[in-house]
């Protein structure tokens, strides 16, 4: 397991640190890059919740890929982050906003053949228990 988590934070890391075409991005997110990554943001680790919100904010800059994020129910993660009273890094907290403000950004480009969609159509909220 241990190999397993290090490959997917090896491979978050890079798509995070590299220079990617649209054409690369479109590609990678086509063969289901995003599927771990989107995975990751619900891990306890920190460091691997960073370089997967690092990752995705690369992905989501081609607006069909941040529709499908949301689609795919990858803003109601980011908020859980953006709001974890736990959690005191403000770097993760800046990527996670400026990743929420790339997928909102995806929603306004036009296509011909999509349905409008919302970023909050797939937020699902917590219930606060005190």
């Known amino acids: 397991m241990t190999g397993h988590v290090n490959v997917k934070m090896m491979m978050a890391k890079t798509l995070s640190e590299v220079k990617l075409t649209d054409h690369s991005k479109l590609s990678l997110f086509r063969d289901g890059a995003h599927g771990p990554l989107l995975q990751m943001l619900s891990d306890g680790d920190i460091e691997m919740k960073k370089v997967a919100v690092k990752a995705l904010q690369n992905l989501s800059s081609i607006p069909q890929?941040?529709?499908?994020m949301i689609r795919e129910g990858a803003v109601s993660p980011l908020f859980e982050i953006m709001y974890c009273h736990g959690l005191s890094s403000t770097g993760l907290r800046e990527q996670v906003a400026s990743t929420i403000m790339q997928l909102a950004i995806s929603t306004t480009a036009h296509?011909?053949?999509?349905?409008?969609?919302?970023?909050f159509?797939?937020?699902?909220?917590?219930?606060?228990l005190g």
Do not use: H, K
């Open 65 to 68: 890929n941040g529709l499908q």
């Open 111 to 119: 296509e011909a053949d999509q349905m409008p969609i919302s970023i």
């Open 121 to 128: 159509e797939t937020v699902r909220v917590r219930p606060i």
